[in-house]
């Protein structure tokens, strides 16, 4: 199984930016998807999550800015951020609980991690 992150690049404030997450292999389904936040020499955020029945959650510093969904006839989950600052600058990445064909449990798998840079 693989995760791609995409979408990430340099943008003014105030400006948005689109995030994919796609997975690929023998899937069998996705579970929970998040997207977190790395910025170097800080601890690694949790900025938002959808659960495999659409259900939603973000970290307050995004709420109404951001938005995750999920689109799971191709595996992708998306994370569109609007009215962008410079504090949410860091690598993003995903994290998908998938279960794959022929197996009965759950595991974890991250994505490489797409660079979000704003501008102020």
């Known amino acids: 199984v693989q995760l791609q992150a995409s979408g990430g690049g340099l943008v003014q404030a105030g400006g948005a930016l689109k995030l994919s997450c796609q997975a690929s292999?023998?899937?069998?389904?996705?579970?929970?998807v998040a997207w977190y936040r790395h910025v170097p020499g800080k601890q690694r955020e949790l900025v938002a999550f959808v659960h495999s029945n659409g259900n939603t959650n973000y970290t307050d510093s995004v709420l109404g800015r951001f938005t995750i969904n999920r689109e799971d006839f191709a595996n992708t989950v998306y994370l569109q951020m609007d009215s962008l600052k410079p504090e949410d600058t860091g690598v993003y990445l995903c994290r998908a609980t998938i279960k794959l064909s022929g197996t009965d449990w759950w595991s974890n798998y991250w994505g490489q991690g797409t660079q979000v840079t704003v501008s102020s």
């Open positions: 292999g023998s899937i069998l389904s996705i579970g929970t």
